[in-house]
């Protein structure tokens, strides 16, 4: 492990994501060693928000991109599949057309593909701006979202809208605690997988060329903005199967995971993990959420804590956790 | 999973051997951080004096209380009370303030078996159809204090009454709340966004309109700022001002300071009430916190003693979860707010009055209470509640 | 709508908008000279109206309040460049907006240990408590027409600065080319230093002047900072005359959307605005960076 955090190696890639698959994978076990089974809730919900924040890295990391509408696309996910829940629960159409359902081999696809669309068409406008004002751009957007559902009062408005019904995957019960758990992994690893390939392929190479000098890949006859806004929608996408995995797991979803806030508390995730690889994400979210349950429960003050942390991490650890990990390694290798 | 199963029979056989040594395990989870940080903090402060006020015991058992902070978030509300049932096997979820955090958490905790004992959100769903046999609710129901301003200005003639709230459900409850009872003529009915800062449009439409009275739900800072506000157009004096206690009560009154003065609230308690039960609570609480108690706290307080009331009357036993239920549905207690008792559908059944907001002998707004509007008043979702399915 | 009621709404509209230009032009001129984004402007403000609150609290003097809360506004600002933000000029947009972000749940955290976390009261002043009637039918609290009135002397008495003095000259030639400016022998670090205090000075006002009418509370300055970026991005980054005739914009479409939209695309309004600006004018309206 003591390759510089610059140059790519596809290969320590597949080898550090498998290691996090497989502790990830054994948190279950200890849980019930140590009888503690509410460590599984904490490991579903850092997978979940890992989907998420690995999302956002694909734009954020390789493309350069700062998205704050990130949380809204998360949003979009969460509601489609409680939507199809609260249709199927009072067998009532939606748009009085569809009928709804609690089968999440058809939501949770559906929510990849609402999400992906509207970032999509929320992408093709804000890529037209670049720096500050397409940080500022992607607010709007995530603002946008959030008061869209805060005035949707059929399905809860701000309240949010609860998940009476059992979810099911292809007829099966899926929210039983290890199954869900082990789904949400399974999606976590085919998430990393897909974005580690997509990242090492030709498309990859233009999507993080055009993030240092978008002059030089013009010059060579590439137009940026395609791989841009493909790279955006896939990330939307992405977020939504995220954001439809929390709500399916919580039962629950309201517009209240969708507030900017969210939308940063996802960007200091990939920066605490380290951004220049697929994985680092997951180690800031796993760091972000535990130590947000410890601090929480240690003083109500505790946000001054979380802040100077923040502040931290950005004056001293600018490649994010893998950094500390190159640096642990490197004296182990020494020693 | 044999290992898991070996110690959750391990764990079950000591938790029955074991019940009377047991401390009476409460999870509270409320909003202690951010913006609306300050009513988590109230409503612990009430509850662990409704505590100490019956001897630091709940029925004879010691009671240990872990707190949880949401952050106004649901998902972590959610997650929390996962930890609480799960890693701390709390028998009781309180303290939940936001009704969005209430929706996110009844389920599973209801599903687990555990209790829901609000001592602040009422959500009408639970109040009707959702009811359930190990959901209640001591505080209100949100409704209901809405209702009774009906009432009362029914009984005042008044004619043409402008009503404003955020746009949220809790806003539209309350308006429809009031529009329930009151018989007169809407002058105007606003919903204003969730966390607006400046009233100042909202205030020139109203004035336009030349109402008998203003009718208004504004929690928190929006309270602060749309009484200021409204003061300052100069309307205080023209067209009074009527809310519910929680627009008008010691958490946001410092705030508003002289702008509130001459204002109406309908409340279920205010500071001076005149039970010992009330008048000790004010007493004790301003020695322990240093501040004038608001509503919210005095719900709390009684919710730790409608608790240990209800657990003395089965020795404790808080593991019959039957019993439990039973004694809660029939519980007696000296209650702050004088009259009270659970409703079919486990909301209160208590007394309204109406409350003016005047100076007290330190120069500090607080509410006076003035005539009782209603007795015994109940809300008007029991009736779809069929707690016998349950 | 009659003319009266259409005046005073034009009146609320302009008064929210010059509110939002106190904030937006310190922000507008730190993105524009030191090419940073500081979200730490919010708490500025926030600042300002504690500070201020608290000496009103211990003199029952507005005036005296406000005279001493700005300088000591400016010089938490400067305090706060000096120790953290200096060292993030030449980082990201991105780091900047962490640190700024961090220090946001830091300088929160701090108020309310000061302070608490009950709203603190600040009083209109006695004098301006009352109503003006304009003309005909439209009266119109006093002490928003002192925010206009201030707002209008700093909107102009900036412009002179900015367009007619030798320090404004500095500014302008930092703005537009940083390399440039500090070739011709400008002291760059000073200009940074100075717009940076007077930028916090503002914000502290806008924060002291907003006191009596809103909330003084932790947490108070996040709502404003999200307008105030809004403004300062439909502006054009580093544009005074931007911030301004975007400030008013927002301002009077914020207040006609309120009262004539149903209220969920109310509050919609200023960011649809703002996207489809940004669409039509990708650097703003008024880009000042060639």
């Not at chain 1, 709804?100 to 949770?108: A, D, V």
């Not at chain 1, 955006?232 to 969708?258: H, R, V």
């Not at chain 3, 940076?196 to 502290?204: K, R, S, V």
């Not at chain 3, 959307?257 to 703003?284: E, H, K, N, T």
Request: with cysteine.
């Amino acid at each position: 492990m003591a390759s510089s955090p610059a140059s790519y190696r596809p290969s320590s890639d597949m080898m550090a994501i498998t290691v996090i698959v497989a502790v990830l994978a054994a948190v279950p076990v200890v849980a019930s060693l140590v009888g503690d089974p509410f460590l599984v809730k904490i490991a579903t919900r850092v997978v979940v928000f890992a989907i998420a924040a690995v999302a956002l890295n694909l734009v954020l990391g390789f493309g350069g991109l700062v998205s704050l509408m990130h949380a809204g696309l998360f949003g979009i996910g969460g509601y489609v599949v409680a939507i199809l829940a609260f249709h199927a629960d009072d067998s009532s159409r939606l748009f009085d057309l569809f009928p709804g359902t609690t089968e999440l081999s058809i939501g949770l696809p559906l929510a990849m593909l609402v999400a992906g669309a509207a970032a999509a068409v929320m992408g093709l406008v804000s890529l037209r701006t670049s720096g500050v004002y397409f940080i500022m751009i992607t607010l709007a957007f995530n603002q946008m979202l959030y008061y869209f559902f805060v005035a949707l009062q059929q399905y809860g408005g701000e309240d949010g809208l609860q998940i009476m019904s059992d979810l099911t995957l292809f007829g099966h019960a899926a929210i039983g605690r290890m199954s869900f758990y082990y789904g949400c992994l399974v999606a976590l690893a085919l998430v990393l997988v897909v974005v580690q390939r997509l990242i090492n392929s030709r498309f990859g190479m233009v999507l993080r060329a055009s993030s240092q000098n978008e002059r030089r890949l013009t010059a060579i006859g590439i137009a940026p903005l395609r791989y841009r806004l493909t790279a955006f929608a896939l990330s939307g996408a992405i977020a939504g199967l995220a954001g439809a995995l929390l709500a399916a797991g919580q039962q629950f979803i309201s517009p209240a995971e969708m507030s900017w806030v969210r939308s940063g508390d996802l960007v200091v995730m990939c920066v605490l993990g380290g951004m220049a690889r697929v994985w680092g994400p997951v180690l800031g979210a796993a760091v972000f959420l535990v130590l947000e349950i410890v601090l929480s429960g240690w003083s109500t003050h505790w946000q001054l804590a979380f802040g100077l942390l923040i502040i931290l991490v950005v004056v001293s650890l600018r490649g994010g956790l893998i950094d500390l990990l190159h640096l642990v390694g490197r004296r182990g290798a020494s020693r | 999973m044999k290992i898991a199963s070996i110690a959750l029979a391990s764990l079950l056989l000591l938790s029955a051997s074991a019940s009377a040594e047991e401390p009476v395990k409460i999870g509270f989870i409320s909003t202690f951080s951010g913006p609306s940080g300050q009513l988590g903090q109230e409503l612990l402060d009430g509850f662990n004096l409704g505590i100490k006020s019956v001897g630091g015991k709940l029925g004879g058992r010691t009671v240990e209380v872990i707190k949880g902070d949401d952050q106004a978030k649901p998902d972590v509300g959610r997650q929390l009370a996962d930890k609480m049932i799960e890693s701390d096997r709390v028998q009781i979820i309180t303290g939940i303030n936001f009704s969005n955090v209430m929706l996110a958490v009844a389920k599973p905790v209801l599903d687990s078996g555990a209790f829901i004992f609000s001592v602040n959100a009422g959500p009408s769903q639970y109040a009707g159809k959702l009811c359930n046999a190990h959901y209640f609710n001591e505080s209100f129901q949100n409704d209901t204090l809405p209702e009774a301003m009906g009432l009362y200005l029914n009984s005042k003639q008044a004619k043409r009454v402008y009503l404003m709230a955020p746009n949220y459900p809790a806003g539209k409850d309350f308006l429809a709340g009031f529009k329930r009872t009151f018989k007169g003529q809407i002058a105007g009915e606003v919903y204003t966004a969730f966390g607006q800062l400046d009233y100042a449009a909202e205030i020139a439409q109203l004035r336009a309109a030349k109402p008998d009275a203003v009718f208004f739900f504004y929690p928190g800072g929006m309270g602060i700022n749309f009484v200021k506000q409204y003061a300052q157009a100069g309307l205080t004096k023209e067209v009074k001002l009527y809310g519910p206690s929680f627009s008008l009560d010691q958490t946001v009154l410092p705030g508003m300071g002289d702008a509130a003065i001459g204002a109406y609230a309908s409340a279920f308690w205010t500071e001076d009430f005149d039970n010992p039960a009330s008048k000790k609570f004010v007493a004790d609480f301003e020695a322990a916190y240093g501040r004038v108690p608001s509503p919210n706290a005095a719900n709390a307080y009684d919710g730790a003693r409608i608790l240990d009331a209800a657990l003395t009357s089965i020795g404790g036993k808080i593991e019959d979860k039957a019993a439990f239920r039973k004694a809660l549905e029939n519980v007696k207690f000296d209650s702050v707010r004088g009259h009270f008792r659970f409703n079919t559908n486990h909301y209160p059944i208590q007394d309204s009055y109406l409350a003016e907001i005047v100076k007290d002998a330190k120069g500090r707004p607080t509410m006076k209470k003035l005539e009782l509007i209603k007795a015994d008043q109940a809300d008007s979702y029991a009736s779809q509640c069929n707690m016998a399915a349950q | 709508m009659d003319v009266a009621l259409f005046t005073e709404q034009l009146l609320n509209g302009v008064q929210l908008g010059v509110q939002l230009f106190l904030m937006a032009a310190g922000l507008t001129l730190v993105f524009g000279i030191m090419n940073m984004i500081n979200l730490t402007h919010g708490s500025l403000y926030m600042i300002g109206a504690f500070v201020a609150a608290a000496l009103f609290g211990h003199t029952g003097s507005f005036l005296l309040a406000l005279v001493i809360a700005v300088p000591a506004t400016a010089l938490a600002g400067a305090l706060l460049e000096a120790a953290v933000l200096r060292h993030f000029y030449h980082r990201g947009h991105l780091d900047q907006v962490l640190v700024t972000f961090g220090l946001i749940l830091v300088l929160n955290e701090i108020v309310k240990m000061i302070w608490g976390a009950v709203p603190v009261p600040l009083p209109v002043p006695q004098l301006l408590s009352g109503s003006v009637t304009l003309f005909a039918d439209v009266t119109y609290p006093s002490f928003r027409l002192a925010i206009l009135g201030v707002g209008a002397v700093v909107a102009l008495g900036l412009y002179a600065v900015v367009a007619h003095t030798r320090i404004g000259m500095w500014v302008r030639a930092g703005a537009s080319n940083r390399d440039i400016a500090s070739a011709m022998g400008v002291n760059v670090e000073l200009i940074f230093s100075l717009v940076f205090a007077a930028g916090a000075a503002l914000a502290g006002l806008a924060g002291i002047m907003a006191g009596p009418i809103n909330a003084v509370q932790v947490g108070m300055g996040e709502p404003v900072l999200i307008l105030a970026l809004v403004v300062t991005v439909i502006g054009g980054v580093g544009s005074i005359k931007g911030a301004f005739i975007a400030a008013l914009m927002i301002g009077v479409v914020d207040t006609f959307g309120r009262v004539l939209l149903p209220p969920a695309l109310g509050s919609m309004m200023i960011f649809m605005l703002m996207a489809v600006i940004l669409a039509w004018r990708p650097r703003g309206l008024f880009p000042v960076h060639g």
